[in-house]
């Protein structure tokens, strides 16, 4: 846990963000002022349509869960998305690739399963599978960038548990899911199709490397120790033999 903060510092700053924002909309906000807030920033199609650039980047400052509620089936959803998926899997995947990676990744997964999420929700309101309100559906959070994440993170684990792991990370959304004739609802969906990319990722040779570090500086006691080497006592030793045959002996 010291650690931490040096591996992955852009993570951490993250999940102090996702917290503060938690705290400002559950406790600081009226339900209304929050309702609204959220209603913007919302995912769904109508906000994709009028204003897709804040709606996208919005909707991962806020979690969807609880944090105080243990005993309810949201804080297992917060616990796998936000626990493991932004504190643990992120902070791996910036330790091992690095910051712009990680956020490649993680908003990455997270616009792509929306707006792949938003083709399923236009078919499906076509053949009548979803009603039409799921249009103003509110839809925000960091699950599908987290889902993302934890796909990938699969290669994070011994070769032994990845199979479990993966078919974890495909299979828990689906416990909670509701069906509408051939379809589950459209965030099960999402969470499927984040999860898609992610292990589609493992297949990239860029994701299968880990990145090369710089070594790091010398102290400057050994870097300057360093700078006397064999070849520099040489030249010293040979510089007070010459001076020593050239001085003549004493009397």
């Avoid at 309702?35 to 909707?59: E, F, K, Q, W, Y």
């Avoid at 929700?121 to 799921?134: F, K």
């Avoid at 007070?240 to 009397?251: I, L, R």
């Amino acid at each position: 846990m010291r650690a931490y903060p040096r591996r992955a510092p852009l993570t951490l700053a993250y999940v102090c963000l996702l917290l503060v924002g938690h705290v400002w909309i559950d406790q600081w906000l009226s339900v209304d002022r929050a309702a609204d807030v959220l209603g913007h920033l919302s995912t769904n199609l109508d906000n994709l349509r009028d204003h897709p650039v804040s709606a996208l980047l919005g909707s991962v400052l806020f979690f969807d869960g609880t944090l105080t509620d243990v005993a309810s089936t949201d804080f297992v959803g917060t616990f796998i998305t936000l626990g493991l998926g932004v504190c643990c899997f992120l902070a791996w995947v910036e330790h091992r690739w690095g910051k712009r990676r990680a956020i490649a990744v993680f908003l990455g997964g997270h616009v792509a399963a929306t707006l792949l999420t938003a083709v399923v929700i236009i078919v499906a309101l076509g053949q009548g599978w979803y009603p039409a309100e799921v249009r103003q559906s509110l839809d925000y959070g960091v699950s599908y960038g987290a889902q993302t994440v934890l796909a990938i993170g699969t290669l994070a684990l011994p070769r032994r548990g990845r199979l479990p792991w993966a078919v974890f990370v495909l299979a828990w959304p689906l416990g909670g899911a509701d069906w509408s004739a051939p379809l589950p609802d459209f965030t099960t969906i999402g969470h499927v199709v984040a999860a898609v990319l992610g292990f589609g990722l493992l297949a990239v040779p860029a994701f299968r490397r880990q990145r090369v570090r710089p070594a790091a500086p010398l102290p400057a006691a050994a870097a300057a120790a360093s700078d006397v080497g064999p070849d520099r006592g040489a030249v010293a030793d040979s510089t007070s033999t010459v001076a020593g045959a050239q001085t003549p002996p004493s009397v």
